[in-house]
């Protein structure tokens, strides 16, 4: 979630969407700033309306919150070394996996009526989104998403990543790491969850001051 970690991957990869969506609450202008997190690079400014702006920020501590918070690097580092720097991909993408596969413990509504929701958010503020991101909508929230809660879909998603990588990487074929720690891993996130979902709370409350 380290999106200063993540500029080796390049402009149009795909990372833990569904994660960000969940912790951006109902506010769309939060919900869309935060979802576009990791396309948008320095600093903000004022070249986004304050709700939008807001959730680009929110998107990035959530990020730095992650790096250093002890369950998070626990599930790092269960990834075998040889994928180094890879191993926090991974992860991000395991718990849009394990948020996915549990959506029905988390929210109140499906995870499909969900996705109509949000994408609907976030369409209503296309002009906001980096050009980059708007073409990607679609595969997203009709794609993506919808098959994170199947490994077979997280498998999906880090070959498709792989091939946008410019450089040589190990993504495709990442999911055996998901089967190989799957308990463990479901674990850290069902801890990890309602501390980082605390951490937002705390967040938004102190914007409201």
Known sequence: MNTAS?????PTIFMNFLFHLYLSGNDPDLLTGNFMGDFVKGRVGENYPPGVA????????IDSFAQQHIIFRRSYDRIAPQYRLWRGVFVDLFYDHFLSAGWDEWADESLTSYLTRAKKMVEARRAWLPERLQGLLPVV?????????????????LE?????????????????????NYAELREDFRCFLPAVSEFVANFAERGRR
């Open 160 to 180: 498709r990543m792989s091939r946008r990588v410019t450089r040589d990487n190990p993504l495709a074929g990442g999911e055996r790491e998901l089967r190989r």
């Open 54 to 61: 807001a959730g680009i920020m929110l998107h990035r501590r």
């Open 6 to 10: 993540y500029d080796f991957l390049g």
């Open 141 to 157: 929230f009709d794609e993506l998403l919808p098959s994170y809660c199947e490994i077979d879909g997280i498998g999906l998603a």
